[in-house]
């Protein structure tokens, strides 16, 4: 019994370096998901079409930025195993593919966005409730959507920089950003929303303002820190002298990262076809959804965090070529990240019946907000390990086996149980709710033997020709 936990934990010096990898990423996004929390309840203070028009306009904006990750993912797959092996060019070239990528990518999101967003948008909005009006909710989605397209291409060059300085173990800079971000975005909030200060009462516009101001701030700070360091970080010296990538590793990256791209795609469209297969319930769920998923972003920080943690830590082991190591140390960290948010599910169940009664809305929705944090609560160490499971695989490049265990999984048995059981089932909404919630224990058996395995463990850079 001892030696076995003995391989699931670690020593002082084993935290003290995960911690070191995790906390500062745990702390940007804990930061922005608390003030996004904050922003939310602003919003929520307002009315609750104008949140629920906010949340629909985001659950639209969460493809893009899940979609620019799986973007950035493939290729810092190659940049996280350049570093482990000390391969300045190898990372600089990684780093021009990302920008030509996700700029291309940016152009064709704003381009569907601003011209179907009032499309898209009323795929959430039913009248199946008596809360709230669906007219004046997809109204003040569209507004809030047309100026956050402002934001998304100083959102994808701050994600840029931030995952290229993560994989180089520098986790604080990003943070710092992010943490300046975040006040302006709180701070401006207060003023355009309610209108203070002598500024205008602007809202949801004021909400969307807000946030692609902090956008360009967050940008700016990481993209001017980084290049006032070039000599700790050369992948940055010369690298907009020219945006050529070598076909040899744009070829690599397509081949292992594209299987990570398409699957962020799928996976957050997917989040986005059972928000719409739970929406047709009625605005009272989309309002409620939108409460339970504010204060679950806030204590998910440390899941997500240790996630980014194993794809750092064990790509580099993977890179340098210590192979027993890298499994040695994923165990620990994957150990460490449910055990972790079982003590966090707990803080969570306890605070379902206080968060909703923060909203100016309907009980109908207070109470419904309630059930489902508490479902988010109980599911927490699940996501925890599936999320640990996900990184793992990324790690050892293998993409295509991640692709099936997350949007495949969720394409094939999440969506279609979601889909009848909400169009033909007539389950109330916290039954079909629960019910498609379950099945990922069923991934959980899957990511478990996938592990356990070690079909993960291997070197993709080491004959790379950067």
Not at 255 to 283: D, R, T
Not at 348 to 360: C, R, S
Not at 389 to 413: E, H, P
């Amino acid at each position: 019994m001892c030696e076995n936990m003995g391989k699931l934990i670690g020593d002082k010096n084993f935290y003290k370096m995960a911690l070191a990898v995790a906390v500062p990423i745990m702390v940007q996004n804990g930061v922005t998901n608390f003030v996004s929390m904050i922003d939310n309840i602003m919003i929520g203070r307002v009315g609750t079409e104008q949140m629920s028009g906010v949340a629909v306009a985001n659950q639209l904006m969460f493809v893009f930025n899940v979609s620019t990750f799986g973007m950035l993912s493939g290729a810092g797959i190659f940049g996280a195993q350049f570093f482990g092996s000390r391969n300045a060019e190898g990372q600089r070239n990684t780093f021009r593919f990302k920008i030509v990528s996700m700029m291309l990518f940016a152009f064709v999101w704003i381009l569907v966005l601003y011209n179907k967003g009032d499309t898209l948008i009323p795929l959430y909005l039913h009248g199946n409730s008596e809360v709230g009006s669906v007219e004046e909710t997809l109204k003040y989605g569209v507004a809030y959507l047309r100026i956050m397209l402002i934001g998304m291409v100083p959102f994808a060059f701050a994600q840029i920089y931030a995952g290229t300085l993560r994989e180089c173990s520098e986790t604080v800079a990003p943070m710092r950003a992010g943490i300046a971000a975040v006040v302006t975005n709180t701070v401006l909030n207060y003023i355009l929303i309610f209108g203070k200060f002598g500024a205008p009462r602007l809202g949801v516009q004021g909400a969307a303002i807000a946030t692609v101001t902090s956008r360009f701030v967050e940008s700016a700070a990481i993209m001017i820190w980084t290049h006032r360091r070039a000599e700790k970080f050369p992948f940055i010296k010369g690298a907009y002298q020219s945006l050529r990538v070598p076909g040899s590793l744009v070829k690599k990256i397509l081949i292992k990262g594209s299987p990570l791209m398409v699957n962020e795609f799928l996976w957050s469209f997917g989040m986005a076809m059972l928000a719409q297969c739970y929406s047709l319930y009625g605005l009272s769920v989309v309002a409620a959804q939108n409460i339970s998923s504010t204060i679950s972003n806030v204590c998910n920080v440390a899941w997500l965090a240790m996630g980014d943690a194993i794809a750092i830590i064990v790509g580099q082991l993977l890179g340098a070529g210590k192979m027993e190591e890298a499994k040695d140390t994923d165990r620990k960290l994957i150990f460490f990240s449910v055990t972790s948010c079982l003590l966090l599910s707990v803080a969570l169940f306890l605070l379902a019946p206080v968060f909703p009664k923060i909203y100016e809305t309907a009980d109908e929705v207070r109470a419904l907000a309630t059930r489902f944090i508490l479902v988010g609560a109980c599911m927490m160490p699940f996501q925890a390990f599936l999320h640990s499971a996900y990184f793992t695989l990324r790690s050892g490049g293998k993409t295509g086996i991640t692709f099936f265990f997350d949007s495949g999984f969720m394409w094939l048995c999440s969506i279609p149980v979601a889909f009848v059981l909400s169009r033909y089932s007539g389950l109330p909404i916290l039954a079909t709710y629960i019910i498609c919630q379950s099945l990922d224990f069923l991934k959980c058996i899957v990511g478990f033997v996938l592990v356990k395995k070690g079909v993960w463990i291997q070197n993709i850079v080491s004959e790379s020709n950067a």
